[in-house]
């Protein structure tokens, strides 16, 4: 071998060394890159998991307050619907009475008062001459 071959073999021996090395620190890395990735994942999962937790807890306070609610709801309407009907049942006993009673008077005032005087008797004109 002459020189220039020589020179050129034992650069070409260091490039591959220092390739190796090179690629030996890059997996090194690769894997502590890798195991830090994971452990990020498994941090973010489990802090995912723990903000799911706390909405289903969030939504199980808002699911029991909402039926509250709407058993509130149905209790008031309830009670609407029983008022609504006692009025109506009033209302309508208070106008038959007061229909009875429109029905006395007017039988009571024509006994009492007899024919209307605005009207004219038989045979005689409304100044109360005879139409002779």
């Known amino acids: 071998m002459n020189a220039a071959e020589a020179k050129h073999t034992s ?13 030996a620190v890059v ?15 498994l941090a973010a999962g489990a802090a ?3 903000d ?3 909405l289903m807890a969030e939504l ?3 699911r029991d307050y909402l039926d509250a609610e709407g058993e509130r709801v149905r209790r008031v309407n309830a009670n609407y619907l029983h008022l609504a009907q006692t009025a109506s049942a009033s209302v309508q006993v208070i106008a038959e009475s007061l ?13 009492l008062a ?16 005879s139409a002779s």
């Open 11 to 23: 650069s070409a021996t260091e490039t591959k060394a220092i390739e190796g090395a090179v690629h």
């Open 48 to 50: 995912s998991v723990a």
């Open 114 to 129: 007899g024919p209307p005087l605005n009207q004219p008797n038989e045979g005689n004109s409304q100044d109360g001459r």
């Open 99 to 111: 229909g009875k009673w429109r029905v006395q008077e007017q039988e009571g005032a024509v006994i």
């Open 27 to 41: 997996r090194v890395n690769k894997t502590a890159n890798t195991v830090a990735d994971w452990q990020d994942a």
């Open 52 to 54: 799911i937790e706390k």
């Open 60 to 62: 199980l306070v808002a």
